[in-house]
């Protein structure tokens, strides 16, 4: 792929199946009861994803049920969707964490810009995603608000992706990855076989950034 693909909300072996022979380079799997796409770290552990990184996306859990939760489930990222400090991340091992920001919780490109530089020696990968937290939001974000930014960490984008919306999004900003989810679903969970084949499609064309990892 010309651009690092995570398909995210894994919940059924079929799914991840396509998703790692399409050539998903990331498969996430979600660790927080209130989410329709939420699994247990025995499904994730099982998962025949080959070559792809398993990524947990954790939101509530203690640093102690984190790193219970990349033994139990043989993950080789997590995704931190909850707002984890420092502290969190520095303990859990900068090469396993992908940090998530949400620009449309700051009040002006700057302070999100302060924040990426403060966990820029903490995280493999950035995300950023629409809402002011959480994730799952089903809907993107005014790209507007990130024109202005110098990322430190190679990043990934999120929020409503699909192949409708991929064009645009790619022509507006140069990520290094993109984060897939309910744009390419039929059903909360469901992935859907056409809609996968088209995005990966799509991002095979895509031009390489030259921060990507």
Known sequence: MSILVKVCGMTSTDDVALCRDLGADFLGFIFHPASPR????????SAPAGPAKKVGVLVKQTLDETLALIDAARLDFVQLAGGQDEAFCAAVGRERVVKVFWPERYAAPADLQADLERFAGLAAYHLLDAGSGGGGHGRGFDLGLIWSLAFP???LLAGGLSPETLPAALSACRPAGVDLNSGVESAPGVKDADKLRRAFALLAKAPRTKDQR
Do not use: Y
């Open 38 to 45: 939420n699994v247990t770290p025995g499904f994730a552990a």
């Open 153 to 155: 960490r190679p990043w």
